[in-house]
């Protein structure tokens, strides 16, 4: 078994690909879906960007076949990216609208048709996306050690997990979790605000579960964040009924942007980039502007001072720190 370690690293941005291939709806993608992907991608690569991060489930499967074709007709294209996928996910079957299966012939069977899709033979990293209550770990092992052996999964990681849940699968592991994506940003600040409000009676409106990024940082498993921008809340999307908070971050964004000669989406993602956890910020936008406008989060994040750090933050929740 060769076994390849391949976690994106600090300082680095993703292209998050849940935008691409059109509808969430059973309609299926055209030829304007696939030019749209393959703008993006071009985009992402200008930006320096070189993971790009997919689901089985995105746009229902959608998304991956509109990049698999823009692979297939991109020369060398492949050779130039890493490719992320997650299974785990069943939406609207057997009467459900989602549950969840990380079972070894669904694991098994889902990158089969992740691979398919993306017109590839193997993707550089595995998430499991959510965890799967009913899950037998021996199983997710095993089927692990399947794809590395066969080639199809050069490393593994999970998404929406605490440390405790990664440690318990690490334990049946032969080979290293090698990332945990989670959702992140100045608008979702629960893995922020659960480092300070120990001790604390505000640590009980969030559950984000203590000690997940210090289990990360201590065992080499990179931090992805989706959602990242916030949806464009403090770049420009204009909200019905803002709230004070999102008005004065909105505000502190633009600021800055201006002090450090750079973009609100650099800003907003050199933010997260500053925590010492080593923070890879997923981008989901689909508009290539928007896309280039992130390429300089990583020397925001060496610039930012940590006055600019801590008053975002303190803008962003609306009151002043314990």
């Given amino acids: 078994m060769t076994v390849h370690n391949v976690p994106s690293s ?3 941005l993703i292209y ?3 935008g691409l291939g059109g509808s969430w709806s059973d309609e299926p993608h055209d030829v304007q879906h696939v030019d749209e992907a393959a703008a993006a991608i071009e985009a992402a690569l200008d930006a320096g960007i070189t993971l790009f991060d997919h689901a089985d489930i995105y746009r229902g499967g959608k998304s991956e076949a509109v990049f698999g074709e823009v692979l297939t007709s991109t020369p060398g294209l492949r050779d130039r990216i890493r490719l992320q996928t997650k299974c785990g996910i069943r939406l609207r079957e057997r009467g459900l ?4 299966d990380l079972s070894r012939e669904s694991i098994l069977e889902r990158v089969d048709g992740s691979l398919k899709r993306l017109r590839t033979d193997y993707v550089d990293v ?3 996306h959510r965890p799967d209550p009913l899950t037998d770990l021996a199983e997710v092992a095993a089927a692990v050690g399947q794809l590395l052996a066969d080639g199809k999964v050069r490393a593994l990681g999970v998404s929406n997990m605490s440390g405790a849940q990664i440690k318990a699968l690490q334990e049946r ?3 290293p979790v090698v990332a945990n994506q989670l959702e992140m940003s100045l608008l979702k600040r629960a893995w922020l605000e659960s480092q300070v409000l120990v001790n604390h009676p505000e640590s009980l409106d969030y559950s984000f579960p203590h000690g997940t990024l210090e ?3 201590s065992n080499g498993v990179t931090v992805q964040a989706y959602g990242a921008l916030a949806q464009g809340l403090y770049t420009g999307a204009v909200p019905e009924n803002p709230t004070a908070a999102e008005t004065a971050a909105a505000a502190m964004v633009a600021e800055l942007a201006g002090q450090y000669g750079t973009t609100g989406e650099a800003v907003l ?3 997260l980039m500053k ?7 997923v981008i989901g936008t689909v508009n290539p502007a928007r896309i280039a406008a992130c390429a300089d989060a990583a020397r925001v994040a060496e610039a930012m001072t940590r006055a600019d750090w801590y008053g975002l933050w303190i803008a962003a929740r609306g009151s002043t720190l314990p």
């Fill in 215 to 217: 289990y990360c940082s």
């Fill in 269 to 271: 993602l050199g933010w």
């Fill in 126 to 128: 595995l998430l499991l």
């Fill in 16 to 18: 998050g690909c849940m």
């Fill in 173 to 175: 592991l032969e080979v």
């Fill in 97 to 100: 609208a989602t549950h969840y």
């Fill in 10 to 12: 600090a300082q680095e």
């Fill in 275 to 281: 925590h010492p956890a080593g923070i890879a910020p």
